[in-house]
């Protein structure tokens, strides 16, 4: 029997088990991938938002700012890169003057520190690569980028660390209301726990509807984008908005916390939950809406093409409550952007729901601090030379775009919730994310993964399930 079981190993689930940590309460987070961060979290634009978007008095704008403000607090705590950069919601028009000062009262009202409209020449010396159509731009000092796999991982880890449970490729498939708690079935058996979290992204209605009358329909939303090698990451300094229009903020253009460089995305809404699919035409009003707010944007230095599916419900607001019908069941459906910038602040105030209702002791041994993978190019020379004598597997390049080592894809895979897969291994330490996007480095990835798995390569997948990366063998074949 779990006090709570949280379902979905997203960022808010991720965060949520995190705070739930703090307290002796027997915790559970049920996944239906193969590992964290593998559906709306792994795949968005990586911005902490300063807050100035959502409507005035929403808990989008409330919790947006609340993340916000965590945010330095926690990539300190538990080591993740995080760089507050700032952003520019940019006018080409004098008729968006409007548009514009709208956005930043009610960014104000939000509570947003810093904002300013600034034009004419301080702007141009603020991002010189701004189009010339540009005449205007709200200033936001306080957002800025993360690494939202770097994020989560953190999360995770640092919660499974202080006792949380995580179960994965465990897919919910019922869950019934008993007198006192829930019994919740899956296709790997069933457990029975007090309370349930729904963080399942654009699933969230699929599991709130099993528990509810008062039905919920969450809209998957695609987003495309185009990543730009490093040699272009220095195009802009701060993260280029366009004013928000119908379905978001449109087209950005940002360098990321790794030196790329980051387009998109577009918003198109569908009905499969699973595709995430590019298409011509949705990187095409990419290339197109970025260049008009950026020039010189170096599009021959594309190195990949991704989308990622946000999770949109019709009042475009967060809903994190107790479900009417359901004592004990507690939605945190509807996350999309600002939903990464929110992530923390949403798994506190998950928490102090359960709190209120559990009264949980707190625990006196709680660690609160986590280290994350080592990457031997923050060192000095010296420190690396020392580093390697005692570890050799530090000083053998994996990864020659990304200069990943041995010594980290090793860690990645023995760390707690360690890598299964080849993708889980290329979101913790970024091998096969360069230039070359796996084409020199997967055959030693597969090599060192299969070998701490103590498996055949034959067997390794990209992304677990049926995802297999050798599907047979020349000879076999003839």
Not at 307 to 319: N, P, Q, S, V, Y
């Amino acid at each position: 029997m779990y006090d709570v079981v949280i379902i979905g190993a997203g960022v808010c689930g991720a965060a949520t088990a995190r705070e739930l940590s703090r307290y002796k309460l027997k915790v559970l987070v049920l996944e239906k991938e193969e590992d964290v961060c593998t559906g709306t979290t792994k795949a968005n634009s990586a911005i902490i938002h300063a807050g100035y978007d959502a409507a005035n008095g929403s808990l989008m704008a409330r919790l947006n700012v609340r993340g916000n403000e965590m945010m330095e607090e926690l990539a300190e705590e538990l080591d993740f890169p995080f760089k507050r950069i700032g952003s520019l919601v940019v006018s080409r028009s004098k008729e968006d003057m409007p548009k514009l000062r709208e956005l930043y009262e009610r960014g104000i009202k939000n509570g947003v520190k810093g904002l300013e409209i600034i034009e004419g020449k301080r702007l141009t010396q603020m991002e010189p690569e701004l189009s010339e159509d540009v005449v205007a731009a709200l200033y936001a000092p306080t957002a800025g980028i993360v690494c939202p796999f770097g994020l989560t991982f953190a999360l995770a880890e640092n919660a499974f660390v202080n006792g949380v449970e995580f179960q994965f490729n465990t897919e919910v498939t019922g869950i019934v209301k008993e007198k006192k708690g829930f019994t919740i079935n899956t296709n790997k058996g069933s457990c029975r726990t007090g309370y349930v979290v729904n963080a399942a992204g654009v699933y969230a209605d699929k599991i709130h509807n099993m528990v509810s009358k008062n039905k919920i329909c969450i809209t998957p939303r695609k987003g495309e984008y185009c990543l730009l090698d490093k040699c272009a990451g220095k195009q802009v300094k701060q993260v280029i908005f366009s004013l928000p229009g119908k379905y978001g903020k449109g087209i950005l253009v940002t360098p990321t916390i790794h030196g790329n460089l980051l387009l998109g995305p577009t918003a198109t809404d569908i009905t499969d939950k699973e595709n995430v699919a590019t298409t011509r035409e949705g990187l095409s009003e990419v290339i197109s809406k970025a260049q008009l707010n950026v020039k010189n944007i170096p599009m021959s230095q594309v190195i990949t093409s991704f989308a990622g599916l946000r999770a949109h419900e019709k009042g475009h607001e967060f809903i994190i409550e107790e479900a009417e019908d359901a004592e004990g069941f507690i939605d945190c459906a509807g996350i999309e952007s600002p939903g990464l910038s929110s992530a923390p602040a949403i798994g506190e105030m998950i928490a102090d729901i359960l709190r209120k209702k559990i009264d949980p002791e707190k625990k006196e041994d709680f660690v609160a601090r986590r280290k994350g993978i080592l990457m031997p190019e923050s060192l000095t020379g010296e420190e690396r030379k020392q580093l390697i004598q005692k570890h050799p597997e530090y000083g053998n390049i994996i990864c020659r775009c990304e200069m990943v080592t041995e010594g980290e894809i090793l860690d990645a895979i023995n760390r707690p919730l360690g890598a299964r897969s080849l993708d889980g291994i290329k979101r913790r330490t970024r091998a096969g994310m360069g230039r070359c996007q796996s084409g020199f480095c997967l055959p030693r990835v597969m090599e060192i993964l299969a070998r701490q798995l103590e498996t055949e390569e034959s067997e390794l997948t990209k992304m677990g399930k049926e995802s297999l990366v050798i599907v047979g063998r020349n000879k076999d074949r003839l």
